[in-house]
């Protein structure tokens, strides 16, 4: 696949809730130990990694990540094909380089940065 999905995020009001929920229900180990109480899924090397917290807003959404080679291109492609920015290219050092999009219909979808943090 030229650009496989990545990682998702569930989001909502209370991040908490769902992080318990999500565990709960289907047994997968979640750490929020950070500044950002972003429950990072522990995926034990199988599918796709993901995280759980709460959104901006208390905004109730599930977005998927797709892996580009240049964040910013793709959303200018996605704005030439109908699609509007929600975020733009944003960096958090040292983890990821990723944008949101919202496709035509609403659809809020994110793109992260391929191979990016570089590896060692």
Known sequence: MANPVTWFEVTGKDGKK?????????????????PMNYGMVDNA???????????????????????VDDPQAYLNKVEAKG??????????????IFAQF??????VVGITKANYPPQS
Not at 19 to 28: E, I, K, R, T
């Open 18 to 34: 769902l992080q318990d929920f999500y565990a709960g229900v289907f047994g997968w180990k979640i750490d929020a130990n950070n």
């Open 45 to 67: 090397g199988q599918g796709i990694g993901g995280g759980i917290s709460a959104g901006d807003g208390g905004r109730n959404q599930v977005t998927f990540y797709v892996e």
């Open 83 to 96: 699609g509007k920015t929600v975020m733009p290219v944003t960096e958090i050092p040292g983890m990821v």
């Open 102 to 107: 919202a496709d035509p219909e609403g659809n």
